[in-house]
């Protein structure tokens, strides 16, 4: 068989044609001399088909990430059956602090009326760095909500600290959401607020929070402005309240001593302090109780004996020694925390074992 074109023996023809006139004819690779591309120099962003994408380690592999992904979404082929292409970076070169040269080289492939072609070519992408609009509202002090953290009584130096770490690694967790940032963080003497990007996940750190630590959340808004569609703008207040109780501190209710093991949602799971039994009080249950101390607050001691009904403990701060009623596993020699009352009484502190998840009961 002779092709159409060229008249050159084939032993097989596409429409006619030989694979070379076959390939010249039919097959088209488009893609611009000069392709553009955008990076977040902040957060590292490439900016995609109208997106964001965020998750690369360095402002090069960004740049490569976004060259790479301008050429495929430029890249037009016909002709070919089952066509793939393969990006290969060659060359990075940063033109001014704003501006990066990308090069590559494109090969593309695929069957070629009966045969397999390959078509090759070499492309520079202009990546300009610049903000997304996320990072550009972070450093203009943008925020749509203020996330406000308070405690019974205040918040120590420590609470402080933890609450602020669990915040910041919640939005950490968000990333690669929109306006995932916190603006700005201010220490009060009531407690700390923080100012979101975002409203929505101003909310998701408050729930976040309660969940971990119990407490309740309060909503309120504020007018901030109007847009220039002539849409309402609203500022956001979570008002995050902390439950009076959490792990570790000892309450009195209705004349048993109980240690607060852990804190959810509406719920304490707790440890009567006599018959070392566990239970769950809900929250507002646990509200009537008296505070008689914290876990922090408590002083070593050593079993000294163990008998029925109770251990005998030397606390070993002034090395007295006194006899606990408390159906509690423990032998001579074993180290165990104390807590003094106002009142002069000890309190026998949940055990490592006793913290531990366990059988819940109601009280």
Same mark, same amino acid.
């Given at each position: 068989?002779?092709c159409?074109?060229? &008249?050159?023996?084939?032993?097989?023809?596409? #429409?006619?044609?030989?694979?070379?006139?076959? =390939?010249?004819?039919?097959?088209?690779?488009?893609?611009?001399?000069?392709?553009?591309?955008e990076?977040?120099?902040?957060?590292?962003?490439?900016l995609?088909?109208?997106?964001?994408?965020? &998750?690369?380690?360095?402002?090069?592999? +960004?740049?490569?990430?976004?060259?790479a992904?301008?050429?495929?979404? /430029?890249?037009?082929v016909s002709?070919?059956s089952?066509a793939?292409?393969?990006?290969?970076?060659?060359?990075? *070169?940063? $033109? /001014?602090?704003?501006?990066?040269?990308? @090069?590559?080289?494109?090969?593309?492939s695929?069957?070629?009326?009966?045969?397999?072609?390959?078509?090759?070519?070499?492309?520079?992408?202009r990546?300009?760095?610049t903000?997304?609009?996320?990072?550009?509202?972070?450093?203009?002090?943008?925020? !749509?909500?203020?996330? %406000?953290?308070?405690?019974?009584?205040g918040?120590?130096? #420590?609470?402080?600290?933890?609450?602020?770490?669990?915040?910041?690694?919640e939005v %950490?967790?968000?990333?690669?959401?929109?306006?995932?940032?916190?603006?700005?963080?201010?220490?009060?003497?009531?407690?700390?607020?923080?100012?979101? &990007?975002?409203?929505?996940?101003?909310?998701?750190?408050?729930?976040?929070? %309660?969940? $971990?630590?119990? &407490?309740?959340?309060?909503?309120?808004?504020?007018?901030?402005?109007? /847009?220039? /569609?002539?849409?309402?703008?609203?500022?956001?207040?979570?008002?995050?309240?902390?439950p009076?109780? =959490?792990?570790?501190?000892?309450?009195?209710?209705?004349?048993?001593?109980?240690?607060v093991l852990?804190?959810? +949602?509406?719920?304490?799971?707790?440890?009567?302090?006599?018959?070392?039994?566990?239970?769950?009080?809900?929250?507002?249950l646990?509200?009537?109780?008296?505070?008689?101390? $914290? +876990? !922090?607050?408590?002083?070593?001691?050593?079993?000294?004996?163990?008998?029925?009904?109770?251990?005998?403990?030397?606390?070993?701060?002034?090395? *007295?020694?006194?006899?606990?009623?408390?159906?509690?596993?423990?032998? +001579?020699?074993?180290?165990?925390?104390?807590?003094?009352?106002?009142?002069?009484?000890?309190?026998?502190l949940?055990?490592?074992? @006793?913290?531990?998840?366990?059988?819940?009961?109601?009280?």
């Amino acid at each position: 068989m002779r092709c159409a074109v060229c &008249g050159s023996e084939a032993g097989k023809l596409a #429409e006619g044609l030989c694979s070379e006139c076959y =390939r010249q004819r039919k097959v088209r690779v488009e893609l611009p001399s000069m392709i553009a591309a955008e990076v977040c120099r902040q957060c590292l962003g490439v900016l995609r088909r109208g997106r964001w994408h965020r &998750g690369a380690a360095s402002l090069e592999e +960004a740049v490569e990430e976004a060259g790479a992904g301008a050429i495929e979404d /430029s890249l037009r082929v016909s002709g070919l059956s089952e066509a793939s292409a393969t990006i290969r970076t060659l060359k990075l *070169s940063m $033109r /001014s602090p704003r501006e990066y040269a990308a @090069e590559y080289s494109v090969r593309v492939s695929g069957l070629c009326g009966c045969e397999q072609a390959e078509v090759e070519a070499v492309r520079q992408v202009r990546v300009r760095l610049t903000l997304c609009g996320s990072c550009h509202r972070r450093a203009s002090k943008y925020y !749509e909500a203020v996330l %406000q953290v308070r405690a019974h009584g205040g918040l120590s130096e #420590e609470l402080r600290e933890e609450l602020a770490e669990a915040v910041h690694e919640e939005v %950490q967790r968000r990333k690669e959401q929109e306006l995932a940032f916190i603006t700005m963080q201010k220490e009060l003497k009531e407690g700390t607020d923080f100012y979101f &990007g975002s409203a929505k996940i101003a909310k998701q750190v408050a729930v976040a929070l %309660q969940r $971990r630590y119990g &407490g309740s959340i309060k909503v309120s808004t504020t007018l901030a402005g109007v /847009s220039r /569609s002539g849409k309402t703008l609203k500022r956001y207040t979570f008002a995050y309240r902390m439950p009076r109780f =959490r792990a570790g501190d000892v309450l009195m209710l209705g004349g048993t001593a109980y240690q607060v093991l852990g804190v959810s +949602a509406g719920r304490l799971r707790v440890l009567n302090l006599k018959s070392r039994q566990k239970h769950t009080l809900p929250e507002s249950l646990a509200e009537s109780g008296e505070l008689i101390g $914290r +876990a !922090e607050e408590a002083i070593p001691g050593v079993v000294t004996d163990t008998g029925s009904g109770g251990v005998e403990v030397m606390e070993m701060q002034g090395y *007295s020694t006194v006899f606990l009623v408390a159906d509690v596993k423990l032998r +001579a020699g074993d180290e165990v925390k104390l807590l003094i009352d106002s009142d002069g009484r000890y309190h026998l502190l949940a055990t490592p074992e @006793e913290a531990e998840d366990g059988r819940r009961g109601e009280v």
